[in-house]
């Protein structure tokens, strides 16, 4: 319809007995019946062929027509069936270049003379001419010809021969090979008869496979090395790759025609444009990070540009705080928007197609409630106001605008099809009416475009190459075109992609508003939630972010649920290169090293990389070590166990960086259970090898406390690994996410991380262990 898609009416069902009568064999005609879109296009070819019945070599190449037929070049189906009727086009050769041909011209007028010579119509190859290339070939093989006999592979000899004349009579050129090997070879031999025995690939030695494993890896995928190679380019948006169908059995085919093509490309100078379009209705989750990963990074990898577009049509949700968060959050992602947009600045634009849209009777004002308008859609029933005149609902839009008519009495509805299985395709609101100042566009307006008007539209205004979305979009992908073929606009290429699911967490931004606006959390940055500001409150960068978002890739498989270690593994793998480490006590309990004198302190070396040179003096920080030192309470015990790598009466740990200690004796309080103090003995020589290992802080200076911080523990927000399909989510939640404030006591040398000029600091808590809760991020 119009210029953007080629209407068409469906065939009818067909029987058996007419597949038959084409000539083709039984099991192909009941597939052929299986599959309703095989059927239905072999109905149609049929139809423009006018006939009942032909031979089987005419049935065969109609067959391919109606399974392998272009669906952009749907204009110049019957022009093609009339050669292979007239037997211009006689061959599966010819009909394959008829094919590539038209798939190139399109929709476009048909050069008949080109179209000719590319099919070879009219082009006769002799059996002389047959003969002779034979020879030739034969002569050209005659060495693997004797030394394989019978076992040659025949079908790369008649490859080479058509290739010379791909508009010979395949079935000649073989019989004709056949003949002159046999003339060449004479009568099988016994060994002619034997299948030869495929060689099997030689395994290495065991002891090579090893070193090979060891030398290399697998060579990545050209699509995990650059996830973008899916994508089509620009100058390729002419092919049909969506169908509406409607009820009436009507097929709309989307696609642009060369015109409109063109002036897309000289618009955009060929360059991909893609958009990143969330609503400023709350923060953005890291389910965004993967939508700005894809439309971003498209248009960097293919040096294009990516709008940052906020789809604004909600007058009564946008808030100011969450546009300049999103603006915001952009950038700290590392994304560099081609220009910041509002649907709102189209909305003179969006009007007047609407306008249009009535004109052309593709669009009524009706005057159902929400409520009725559901009914409607379930019965499958049209609006009672669907057949108004064209000029009373031009009139009565105009009193829309206008405010002449009340809130909720009036929405404009576009008129698709309400019988449609689709209920995307069940007239949808085009406009309602919201007597409510708009945040971007003022007042000027108390008519309001809806998402599914609006997104198309303005994805064809801005001249988006690539909209790309969520998998649940893909059942609006109809309506998507059927505005912009109803009006004959551009029309970007769709693709849809995967949601972003994380185990232990809620990614609908309306669970999300609930949990921050009922103070289930403490904000929209709250730790504990998967929002960018949250994560980033908790130190996580936005490189281990998008290199997490790499790593999961680009798919349309859905359902998919991403175990929320593999996020931290990335933030893990980040911080090593990154964040400083300190050693850091939670519950201090108090050391007394007996034979280290009074006063005395030794400033030792730590790391504050995990991979640190040792002979590096600027990735190391100074540990004082005194007499006064404290260990964790966990890491002491009064019976040792071989299990047990800890402190425990008469036994030797090593502290980090620091000297092995051995526990000399226990101090109570007044309760038998309460240890108060361990006294214990350093080894300066460091004679012993020990295996535990333990993270301590000393006294700086005698009888100075260590420095001491506020600290917050968090866990996983929820308990179960999809709260999303409880139906009481809320009970899911962990009432252990956020432990009470405690004090930590931690090494002197923070104070030099940590001064209230810095910018926040990342610090990596505890052992390098998956299941440690690693990361705090806040200022001293």
Same mark, same amino acid.
């Given at each position: ?273 893609? $958009? ?18 894809? /439309? ?105 605008? $206008? ?48 998402? /599914? ?111 929320? /270690? ?68 966990? /890491? ?145």
């Amino acid at each position: 319809m119009g210029t953007g898609g080629d209407g068409e009416k469906a065939a009818p069902a067909l029987p058996l007995e007419a597949l038959l009568a084409l000539g083709l064999d039984q099991r192909t005609a009941e597939n052929a019946l299986v599959n309703s879109k095989v059927t239905a296009n072999l109905a149609a070819v049929i139809a423009e062929a006018g006939i009942k019945e032909c031979d089987k070599s005419v049935g065969n190449l109609l067959y391919a027509v109606a399974t392998k037929y272009p669906t952009n070049a749907l204009v110049h189906r019957p022009v093609l069936i009339k050669y292979v009727l007239s037997t211009k086009i006689k061959n599966p050769a010819q009909l394959d270049a008829a094919l590539s041909f038209l798939t190139n011209t399109g929709p476009d007028s048909l050069d008949v003379e080109k179209f000719e010579e590319a099919c070879g119509v009219g082009v006769v190859v002799s059996i002389e001419e047959i003969k002779s290339t034979v020879t030739d070939v034969l002569e050209e093989n005659m060495e693997a010809i004797k030394e394989q006999r019978y076992h040659i592979n025949v079908g790369t000899l008649c490859g080479q021969a058509r290739k010379r004349h791909p508009w010979g009579d395949a079935k000649t050129i073989k019989e004709e090979i056949d003949k002159r090997l046999a003339e060449i070879l004479g009568p099988k031999t016994e060994a002619d008869n034997i299948k030869p025995v495929k060689k099997k690939k030689e395994k290495p030695a065991k002891v090579e496979e090893k070193k090979v494993a060891v030398a290399t890896s697998a060579q990545p995928s050209e699509e995990e090395l650059n996830p973008y190679t899916i994508f089509p380019q620009p100058e390729e948006n002419f092919k049909v790759h969506t169908e509406i169908f409607f009820s009436n059995g009507n097929i709309w085919r989307a696609h642009n025609s060369k015109e409109i093509l063109e002036k897309h490309l000289k618009a955009t100078g060929g360059k991909v444009m893609t $958009r990143f379009p969330p609503e400023p209705n709350g923060y953005l989750h890291i389910g965004h990070a993967k939508a700005m990963f894809i /439309d971003f990074g498209l248009a960097k990898e293919r040096n294009g540009h990516c709008y940052l577009r906020f789809d604004d049509t909600n007058p009564e949700a946008e808030k100011k705080e969450y546009i300049d968060h999103i603006q915001e959050i952009v950038h700290w992602m590392g994304w560099e928007p081609y220009k910041v947009t509002y649907t709102s600045d189209y909305f003179q634009a969006l009007y007047e197609h609407a306008v249009e849209l009535i004109r052309r009777g593709l669009a009524y004002v009706d005057h159902q409630t929400g409520d009725e308008i559901k009914e409607y859609r379930e019965k499958k029933m049209n609006s009672p106001w669907r057949d108004r005149p064209i000029e009373e609902s031009l009139k009565l839009f105009e009193d829309m605008r $206008r405010g002449l008519i009340a809130e909720g009495a009036a929405t404009l509805r576009m008129k698709q099809d309400m019988q449609n299985d689709n209920k995307n395709m069940s007239d949808l609101i085009a406009y309602r009416i919201k007597f409510t100042p708009h945040p971007h566009a003022g007042d000027k307006w108390c008519i309001y475009p809806s998402y /599914d008007y609006a997104h198309c539209m303005v994805d064809s205004l801005e001249n988006i190459t690539h909209s790309l979305c969520t998998l649940e979009f893909d059942i609006r992908r109809p309506s998507y075109y059927w505005l912009l073929v109803a009006l004959g606009l551009y029309q970007p290429y769709v693709w849809e992609y995967s949601r972003l699911n994380i185990s232990n967490t809620v990614m609908s931004k309306r669970k999300l508003n609930r949990l921050v606006t009922e103070k289930w959390v403490d904000g929209w940055d709250d730790p504990r939630l998967l929002t960018l500001a949250g994560l980033r409150r908790r130190g996580v960068s936005s490189t281990a972010i998008n290199s997490f978002i790499r790593g999961i890739g680009i798919t349309r498989s859905d359902n998919s649920l991403i175990r929320v /270690d593999r996020l931290e593994y990335h933030i893990r793998e980040e911080l090593n290169k990154t964040a400083p480490r300190t050693m850091v006590v939670l519950r201090p309990l108090k050391v007394v090293i007996t034979n280290l004198e009074e006063g005395k302190v030794l400033d030792l070396d730590g790391k504050m990389w995990p991979d640190a040179s040792d002979t590096d003096a600027s990735s190391h920080y100074k540990v004082p070590f005194s007499r006064t030192v404290y260990i964790e309470k966990t /890491d002491f015990r009064l019976k040792d166990s071989k299990d047990y790598y800890g402190l425990a009466p008469g036994k030797s740990v090593m502290l980090r960086y620091a000297f092995p200690i051995k526990c000399t004796d226990v101090i109570y309080g007044d309760n038998p259970d309460d240890i108060v103090e361990i006294r214990a003995e350093y080894d300066p020589l460091k004679t012993s090898k020990l295996k535990g290992v333990l993270h301590w802080v000393a006294e700086p200076t005698p009888g100075v406390e260590p420095l001491k911080v506020e600290v917050r523990l968090f866990e996983k927000l929820f308990m179960s690994e999809n709260p999303a399909e409880l139906e009481d989510w809320l009970g899911d939640l962990n009432p252990h996410s956020k432990e009470a404030t405690l004090l930590w006591i931690l090494t002197p040398c923070l104070r030099s991380l940590c001064s209230t000029e810095q910018s926040p600091s990342v610090i990596r808590l505890g052992k390098l262990d998956p299941s440690d809760f690693y990361i705090f991020r806040r200022r001293f």
